[in-house]
């Protein structure tokens, strides 16, 4: 598929607002770990390959393994996930489907409760709420895919 666009240098301001929730969600004090696993299982669910690409690579980089990665999508049958992380995942796949259930359905909710105060689910939520909007960017205008470098990967 051919670019359409560049959208940070067709709006840099509109780069620049994005960047700033994104810089937030990093400061939230959740793990880079459980974000990593996050904007991929979003990213996947709305057919991002080059957030999947960007996210895969910085989470193998930060140390995750190729097996989670590889489950993500069949994360609810895979024992390697933990209870906090398998509550991330379900809040997650809530909010991005939200267009379509127009609900996060209540057991999502007090899944995510049990793992999560409210600081940290608002945390999460705002989390998913950027990486679909990054999505929904580079689906849009149809950004390449492939030449991401983690800048978490050791130099060669």
């Not at 067709?10 to 904007?39: C, D, I, N, Y």
């Not at 895969?56 to 930060?62: L, N, P, S, V």
């Not at 991005?96 to 999460?124: C, S, W």
Request: net charge neutral; hydrophobic share 40%.
């Amino acid at each position: 598929m051919q670019q359409r666009l560049d959208y940070k240098l067709a709006s840099p301001e509109a780069f620049k607002a994005m960047l700033h929730t994104e810089l937030q969600v990093h400061k939230s004090g959740l793990e880079e770990s459980l974000l990593e696993l996050v904007k991929s299982r979003a990213s996947q669910i709305n057919g991002c390959a080059w957030c999947l690409d960007m996210h895969t690579k910085d989470a193998r980089a930060q140390g995750e393994t190729e097996q989670r990665l590889y489950l993500l999508p069949v994360w609810r049958e895979a024992p390697c996930y933990s209870e906090r992380e398998r509550a991330a995942l379900a809040w997650t796949e809530a909010v991005t489907d939200i267009a379509r259930t127009h609900d996060v359905p209540d057991e999502v909710y007090a899944q995510a409760r049990r793992h999560f105060d409210e600081k940290a689910l608002v945390d999460l939520t705002l989390a998913v709420v950027a990486i679909n909007g990054w999505n929904r960017m580079n689906v849009a205008f149809r950004t390449k895919v492939g030449d991401y470098v983690s800048p978490h990967a050791k130099a060669r």
